[in-house]
């Protein structure tokens, strides 16, 4: 017999590798599986048995099946366990219980304080956390892995965020430490823009390898899919767009002590007062908004504009990554066709034909739900993974 397996911890090791086959859902048969892995039928069998055990694979009633037979196909089943998934922004907080296919079961959005510092905060997610999970009528024990998602710079493979500007307090503290003493499971953290490429790539984009998520807002950062996975680079830092200097930078001071940075002129903050240097009425971006939908032109000027200062960094990337879809999305992209117009404008012309002749640049479709549901699918990618599913059956 064939045996291909790596030391698991499983007494039929090797059925967390073949798990990775069925984790798309689609149904397979034994026979299908023991074709595409080339082991034996009697491994593939022992196999398929000790995941059904664990819940995570299901039969899938057979269409052509006659009564009597046992089921011959089976799939993922997605209830099998759940996650919870935490964004927590600057002032507002969304956690979210889901499946393994990250359909949301219950969710809960509140105004929330980042800057009250990581104990409270965290305190609370777990309390809440807790409180949806209940109110399901699931146990806490089916809670698989926890994916979070903080507004400021995170060291992934510590959890740690590192000098987040608007977050004191969560300087280098150990978020998943203080998590796993009240659950005992996995905790993923990071960026939210990350998250929000995640997310946009699960609602939108589902077949895409290559995107790219650009949130427009206060700040300006990105978060980018390339061969199917997040890229971070070696300190967690890739993406991070939003202090590249740009030509019509000049002098425009940044809050980061350099000048003439992508965030200082074409942020939410940056447009509102470029416009009220004009003499319009926008302390914010939300007012700059409202003043793009009421038609005002300086103000569809000024963030057409922008998008032309955020397409000459995205042209650059676009060589680096060579994404197949740009999606824009943050407070600002409310503003619609204009900036996404501005930022089409500069990309389609400064590329090489190859890079854009199937480049979609486009209004992100998840909107607010982005954030909560990728960090759902960080916490479900984890879970999945080899490792997490050696590391359930050991339970
Ligand atoms: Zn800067």
Known sequence: MVDISRGSALGTSGASELFQLLRDGAP??????????GLARSTIAARVDELMRLGLVSPVADAASTGGR????????????IVLAADLGASHATLAVTDLAG???????????????PEPVLGWMVEQGLALIEGLGRDRH??????????????????????????PGWDRFDVPGWVQQHLEV?????????????GEQAIAWPQTEHLMFVKVATGIGSGIISGGLLQRGAQGIAGDIGHIRVARGSEVPCHCGNRGCLEALASGPAIARALREQGLDAASGSDVVELVKRGD???????RQAGRDIGEVLTACVSFVNPSVIAIGGSMARAGEHLIAGVREVVYTRSMPLATEHLAIVQSAA???????????????????????????AR
Not at 142 to 160: D, F, N, Q, Y
Not at 297 to 303: F, K
């Open 297 to 303: 032109i300086d103000a569809i000027q000024a963030v």
């Open 28 to 37: 397979r048969t034994r026979a299908s599986l023991a074709q595409s892995t």
């Open 70 to 81: 046992p089921p011959s196909q089976f799939a993922l089943n997605p209830a099998a366990r």
């Open 367 to 393: 909107a607010e739900n982005a954030a909560v549901l990728g960090a759902a699918m960080l916490a479900i990618h984890h879970a999945l993974s080899p490792e997490g599913i050696d590391a359930l059956a």
């Open 186 to 198: 996995p905790v993923l953290v990071d960026n939210d823009v990350n998250i929000m490429a995640l």
């Open 142 to 167: 089916e809670l698989v892995a926890i994916g979070i998602g903080v507004p400021g710079p995170v060291e992934h493979s510590t959890g740690r965020p590192v000098n987040p500007p608007i977050m």
């Open 103 to 117: 359909t949301v079961l219950a969710e809960h959005s509140q105004p929330m304080d980042i800057a009250q510092g």
